[in-house]
């Protein structure tokens, strides 16, 4: 498998320049060549496998010959062994509805999924290449709890996590700043989650600075997450789809990165007929969706903190593959972006991308509604970023009864993660484990620092690993 970068397409790269990489020397994100196409023989044979026998034969896929077969079986088994469900996922359902639990992993969100596997996937390629690195990764909240859980006492590497003060829950924190682990850094910069992402942007951007302190990236931008969380699009359609029909899935969006990973899989030959772009009030996809105009503004902080992004990452991706890889286009419309602060895609693309995409946008009141009456009726009880994703799924049955197809809502976070604003809207708090909750008790370890670049560059270069 070839990769190339959004803004050159001439250049190829492996699996694990992507991987240590994370973002291409020109700006631009990883992408495979050719996404390869399954044949129905294929689907029919990954259709019976449990969890990991899928992951390993999906993740083999892009990762070639990185790992030996062996090698990449234990890590897909050891990442999967911390889970609290056999086959990683979980299935519940609220009226028509399939729910994707994919909470089930140490810090309760779906990016433990990927992260657990990543955090593996260094440890054997540092132990081989005798490297040494340092990670930087911005975290709207659960990405850094996710990648301190995957790193914490590994050799080889030190992990910095930079997270907006005050815009995570308290449970999100404490998952990051509880861990005593002599490689995990936590900072609380003053700002929003853009401005962390822009940090680390920029840090990456500056090839000195990256070369310096051999600095790698674990954000929703790197390839390998998205790789890895392909796999429950394929597993979730294999368990439950009823015969000959197409998949819906509704996807909480943020960054872009878990319904690009849908996007792949509808490459692959999975039969999806829509992925939905669930947003909150932040709705520049959904906005983009109607006028083919991106065009972030100011962040709103909602109580879907996760999904408080104008700046989706991953999208750059997705306009690639409309435009067929096409770089030097690519690269204009990114520099009109940052120069005019939008682009604006042909109204051809937009047409064949709502072909595949839908997109809602939900506000506080009905997210808090939704989560009500689930709890009502059903007795489940849905984390914010859920209920957006489960009330934008509703809204699209309803404007599309005709269709007979599998409706799938991925639940990305257990709701404890964000117990004071369930307890606002239920007078309850969820249930979690009793090592989860001693764990938290714990002393909690932080540096707060402004957003500055050159502050937060210099605690980096004194805190490395050299
Ligand atoms: C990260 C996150 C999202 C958004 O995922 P993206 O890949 O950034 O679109 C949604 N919900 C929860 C709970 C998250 O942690």
């Known amino acids: ?140 909240g659960d990405t850094g709890a996710a990648a301190i859980d995957a790193v914490k006492n590994k050799k080889n590497l030190r992990i910095f996590v930079l997270h907006p003060k005050g815009k995570v829950s308290a449970m999100q924190r404490k998952l990051m700043t509880t861990v005593n682990s002599k490689n995990v850094f936590n900072i609380a910069v003053k700002g929003s989650f853009d401005d962390c992402q822009t940090l680390v942007k920029s840090m990456f951007n500056d090839r000195h600075f990256r070369r310096s302190i051999n600095m790698s990236g674990v954000n929703s931008i790197n390839w390998a997450r998205i790789v890895v969380q392909i796999v429950y699009y394929f597993y979730s359609h294999f368990r439950l789809s009823e015969r000959n029909k197409r998949s819906v899935f509704s996807v909480p969006t943020g960054n872009f990165g878990d319904i690009y990973a849908g996007y792949i899989a509808y490459k692959m030959g999975l039969p999806i007929s829509k992925l939905i772009i669930a947003v909150n009030e932040n709705n520049l996809l959904y906005k983009f969706l109607k006028n083919g105009i991106y065009k972030p503004s100011k962040v709103k902080f909602s109580i879907s903190p996760s999904m408080d992004i104008q700046v989706a990452s991953n999208f750059e991706r997705l306009i690639s593959s409309y435009y067929n890889n096409n770089s030097k286009k690519i690269s204009e419309l990114m520099n009109q972006l940052t120069s005019k602060g939008s682009y604006k895609i042909d109204k051809i693309i937009l047409k064949k991308i ?33 209920s957006v994703g489960l009330k934008a799924l509703e809204e699209y049955y309803l404007n599309n009864i005709k269709k007979s197809e599998n409706l799938f809502c991925l639940e990305t976070a257990h709701p404890a993660k964000f117990g004071e604003t369930i307890y606002k809207i239920l007078r309850k708090n969820p249930v979690i484990s009793g090592e989860i909750s001693k764990n938290l008790k714990k002393k909690e370890f932080f540096k707060v620092l402004p957003n500055n670049l050159n502050k937060i560059k210099n605690y980096i270069r004194a805190n490395r690993l050299h």
């Not at 397409?9 to 020397?25: H, M, R, S, V």
């Not at 997109?359 to 984390?383: C, F, G, M, P, R």
Request: cysteine-free; aromatic content about 12%; overall charge positive.
């Open 1 to 140: 498998m070839k990769y190339i970068s959004t803004r050159n397409n001439k250049k190829t790269y492996n699996f694990i320049e992507t991987f240590l990489n994370g973002l291409a020397l020109d700006g631009g994100l990883y992408i495979p060549k050719k996404i390869p196409r399954l044949s129905s023989a294929t689907l029919n044979r990954l259709s019976k496998l449990n969890y990991n026998d899928l992951a390993y034969e999906i993740i083999k896929i892009y990762t070639g010959n990185t790992f030996s077969n062996n090698e990449l079986k234990k890590i897909i088994k050891i990442s999967y062994k911390k889970f609290n469900s056999n086959n990683v996922v979980k299935f519940s359902r609220v009226k028509k509805f399939n729910l994707v639990e994919l909470y089930h992993g140490p810090t309760l969100a779906f990016k433990d999924i990927a992260m657990q596997v990543i955090g593996n996937m260094y440890e054997v390629i540092l132990s081989k290449s005798k490297n040494r690195i340092n990670l930087i990764t911005a975290t709207s």
């Open 354 to 386: 709502r072909n595949i995409f839908y997109s809602k946008s939900i506000n506080a009141e009905n997210t808090k509604k939704t989560i009500k009456l689930v709890y009502q009726y059903n007795h489940k009880i849905l984390d914010p970023h859920t």
